[in-house]
């Protein structure tokens, strides 16, 4: 147990989601107690396995104040709650940017009312422009172009704001591709409806699904299809455990980019598939969507350099063999 949390409150809001359930994990497996708030929208109650559970919907400000005020000594405040899926956003801009944007305001201004103090959030590699410079940068232009990316981009501003005017300290984390599950196999990715790659080509291999679609096998990659940065979900909740100890250690604002440095193809993620299962996966190429970028790959060093973080369980079998244990007992496969 390398950063010890005995006896400390962490608040987890959307802790019963894919990654907040593995921070829930880590801050328990260092001795804190991870209290999640959420409203199930997306999340699961069979995933709130470590701490307390309060019933939050973010987006109600007076009963959001009454479930902090509950936990008011806590140490800090991580916020993952968001409606994430791209597609949604573009076709109900409203519904996202209440959940996303007024949720996080209720919640900041709770935290502001009880003088609570530390806020870890939960950003991404989608609040970034059009680019072909790789690694991106903390420092590249932001100008997203989906609605998910322009919603959390607002937050982030917010964030500074809320530092700049009443003394915040905030770690904001800008995740790449989240992926995997933990060793233990007990919590995993269900989201519904499921977008991410892995989970779609793990449920083709398994037979559950017809064949899976690959969007642009023209680009200009070595094998044609798109790059991504895969980062195990343990390394996610890790860099939380990382951003806690910084903010012990007295750091009061960061933006940080949480990935692996390493790209990926669509194709690469197939194969290492096959490997890890024996089993063939079947998929038909379907032309590019629009906004969906060549290459994207973090530079990790900033976050190396500020919160100590690097990724360590992010080797790409270890990824799939994890996601596919989860998998299987969640569809009770032999
Ligand atoms: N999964 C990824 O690859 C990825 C990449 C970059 C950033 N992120 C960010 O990480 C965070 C978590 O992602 P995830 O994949 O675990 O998503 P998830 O959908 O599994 O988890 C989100 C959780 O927030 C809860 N929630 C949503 N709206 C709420 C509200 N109004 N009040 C209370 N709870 C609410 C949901 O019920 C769910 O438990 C999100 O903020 C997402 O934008 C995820």
Redesign the pocket.
Known sequence: MAFDLTGKTVII????????AHVCKAIADHGGIPVT????????EH?VKWGPFET????DKASTLEAFKKYKTAHSVV??????EVGIGEKDPSGFYE?NVI?AFNLLEAMRELALTNLIF?????TYGETDQMPLLESQVQNPFSV?GKT?LAIEHMIQSYHNAYGLAYITL??????GADSSGLIG???DPET?LIPIALAAAAGLRGKMKIFGTDYDTPDGTCIRDYIHVSDIAGAHICGLKAFANGLKSTEVNIGTGQGVSNLEILQMIETVTGLPVAYDAAPRRAGDLTRLYADPERAKEVLGFTAKHSNLENIIQTAWTFHRGVWNLK
């Open positions: 809001v959307g802790g019963a989601g894919y990654i907040g708030f959420d409203n199930f929208s997306s999340g699961h995933a939050v919907d973010l987006r916020h993952l709650a968001s409606s994430i959940n949720g939960s950003s991404t590699c989608a998910y959390k800008r995740y790449f591709n989240a992926s990715e269900e989201h991410h």
